[in-house]
């Protein structure tokens, strides 16, 4: 059974850093997308960042334009793992944020290529 476990949220003022991780087992996702997301009250679930492979040890990142240039996606596949390095945090970046996993390689900023989602990790930025 795939599972995706995020850990690394939390309460930070503006302007400062965190780093999200997101742990999978059951399978890897070497040659696949994953991705992140983030839902704040009232809204619905958007993109934030995705990684899709396109070699060996080789992967294509895209953001939305609201964190790029802020935001880093970043992969371990040794470890399975997912990372979200968020830099320059504002209060508009307060969400709970959900890691995501796909059994393809294809639309990577779409909610529905994805096939395994995280419980999500609470991210609050205070200003």
């Known amino acids: 059974q795939v599972q995706l476990v995020e850990s690394g949220g939390g309460l930070v003022q503006a302007g400062g850093s965190l780093r999200l991780s997101c742990a999978a087992s059951?399978?890897?996702?070497?040659?696949?997308?994953m991705g992140w997301f983030r839902q704040a009250p009232g809204k619905e679930r958007e993109f934030v960042a995705a990684?899709?492979?396109?070699?060996?040890?080789?992967?294509?990142?895209d953001y939305a334009d609201s964190v790029k240039g802020r935001f880093t996606i970043s992969r371990n596949n040794i470890r399975n793992t997912l990372y979200l390095q968020m830099n320059s945090l504002k209060p508009e970046d307060t969400a709970v944020y959900y890691c995501?996993?796909?059994?393809?390689?294809?639309?990577?900023?779409?909610?529905?290529?994805?096939?395994?989602w995280g419980q999500g990790t609470q991210v609050t930025v205070s200003s």
């Open positions: 990684a899709k492979w396109i070699g060996i040890n080789t992967y294509y990142a």
């Open positions: 995501a996993a796909s059994n393809t390689n294809q639309r990577i900023t779409s909610r529905n290529t994805y096939d395994y």
């Open positions: 059951g399978r890897t996702f070497n040659n696949n997308a």
